[in-house]
């Protein structure tokens, strides 16, 4: 017997026109299992184990089964610890976020080894970012720079133009641990003008270690009106080795440049140089009136550490000047803290040339707390230093403890001289309308 078939339309005429509710929830369960286009970021997902660790050039590490482009993710690790790698060159990533909230049992680390991540942030947003949330250690999240990596902040301005480039910053909320030939830097990719690095952060950054040389600055050779800043809310520490910030150059060129590096140690934020090791501030000049600046202001309530009571450590302001008529510029360290310069450390200008003209001032405010331990040195003879004490400045242990100067130097105290022990000795004549102890 042959039955007959029906075919019915399964949404009769009157229910064809869903109610908007039941077509959003049609809409929403689409969506699923559809990955999100690179707009909203791309993120480590560890190719099925988001807290796994991988190569960052294996695409199926990632939620669109590519390496990725554009915003970046390396969100946070649940379990255990998991280490992203660096393993070829990387480049078009305009935004960098590691994130991690998980407090215990986790670490979330980014690992850049001999090779270079540039990052090409667009206009208004940080470069890079590492956030951490309420309660994580931040020894348990951050980016590590070893070997002959980089970092490189770039530019989207092309090749060989000049225009103003949009500061690029490295928010670090976290660790930053940069060793061995290790950079971060800003390359603006041509002859540029008022280009910027900018570092904040309110973590841990580690520079440094044995035989190392280490740069935060500036790549390229014709960088202009460039600028280095570090802002620290946190803890800055060089822990050996040389760490350089801003632009290391040799004498020879004659390019027109202007630069300045500026370490802001803000309230209740420390920074230390350890024995043996040298932090040198780079500025640099080509020919005719171009300022250099160096400056390091260490702010009320934080502490600055140079060298150890028996390890002498060089905090160094350098530049290079080109041909022509030079102007001085600024190189000035001011406490309103406490400054802590121990074990025969040194606090110096030191030029690249025979010209003399710059001066090296160094300021103890009022609110600031300085002493000069053992043999320590502010200043050489080589270089004027203009040396001022609204503050109190101790003389600590054995030995003679200097302040010195090429001539036309100045010397001044308002404040308080108070020599413990040894001797503190001048080489220019001191003006004194304060008190010595």
Same mark, same amino acid.
């Given at each position: ?241 040389? +760490?350089? @910030? ?5 004498? &020879? $060129?004659?390019?027109?440049?202007? *630069? =300045?590096?500026? %370490?802001? /140690? ?46 002498? +450590?060089? @905090? ?5 000047? &080109? $041909?022509?008529?030079?102007?001085? *510029? =600024?190189?000035? %360290?001011? /406490? ?62 054995? *030995? ?38």
């Amino acid at each position: 017997m042959n039955l007959p078939i029906y075919l019915m339309n399964p949404f009769p005429a009157e229910s064809r026109i869903l109610p908007r509710s039941i077509a959003l929830g049609f809409v929403a369960i689409a969506l699923v299992g559809i990955s999100l286009p690179s707009a909203f970021g791309q993120t480590w997902d560890g190719n099925g184990d988001a807290n796994a660790s991988g190569n960052w050039a294996t695409g199926v590490n990632w939620s669109t089964n590519a390496v990725p482009t554009g915003v970046t993710n390396l969100n946070n690790v649940t379990s255990g610890d998991r280490t992203v790698t660096i393993d070829s060159a990387v480049s078009n990533i305009t935004q960098l976020n590691l994130t991690q909230t998980t407090t215990t049992d986790a670490s979330n680390f980014l690992s850049i080894i001999d090779n270079n991540l540039s990052v090409v942030a667009t206009s208004g947003n940080n470069a890079v970012a590492v956030t951490l949330g309420a309660g994580v250690p931040v020894a348990n999240a951050g980016v590590n720079i070893s070997g002959s990596g980089s970092l490189t902040l770039a530019s989207i301005v092309a090749s060989n133009s000049v225009a103003t480039a949009q500061p690029n910053t490295f928010v670090n909320g976290g660790t930053l641990a940069i060793s061995g030939n290790g950079s971060l830097l800003r390359d603006f990719g041509g002859t540029s003008t008022n280009a910027a690095l900018n570092l904040n952060n309110s973590g841990v950054v580690t520079l440094g270690g044995t035989g190392a040389n280490v740069l935060i600055g500036y790549a390229g050779l014709d960088e202009r009106n460039h600028s280095t800043t570090i802002n620290n809310t946190g803890t800055f520490q060089v822990v050996g080795g040389t +760490a350089n @910030l801003g632009q290391v150059e040799v004498v &020879g $060129s004659a390019v027109n440049r202007r *630069g =300045t590096v500026t %370490f802001n /140690n803000e309230a209740n934020a420390s920074a230390s140089i350890a024995g043996g090791a040298t932090l040198t501030m780079w500025t640099r000049s080509g020919a005719n009136n171009n300022a250099r600046n160096g400056i390091v202001d260490n702010k009320e309530d934080a502490s600055f550490t140079i060298g150890a009571e028996a390890q002498a +450590a060089t @905090l160094s302001y350098r530049f290079h000047y &080109g $041909s022509g008529t030079q102007i001085a *510029g =600024t190189q000035r %360290f001011t /406490n309103a803290g406490t400054l802590n310069i121990n074990g025969g450390s040194v606090i110096e200008l030191s030029n690249l040339s025979s010209i003399v003209q710059n001066t090296f001032t160094f300021q103890n405010t009022a609110t600031g707390t300085t002493t000069l331990h053992g043999t320590s040195r502010i200043g050489n003879t080589d270089r004027r230093t203009a040396f001022t004490n609204d503050g109190i400045f101790n003389k600590t242990g054995a *030995g003679i403890a200097t302040v010195q100067s090429a001539a036309l130097g100045t010397a001044a105290n308002s404040g308080t001289l108070h020599v413990q022990a040894g001797t503190l000795a001048f080489s220019t004549a001191l003006t004194n309308s304060g008190n010595i102890r």
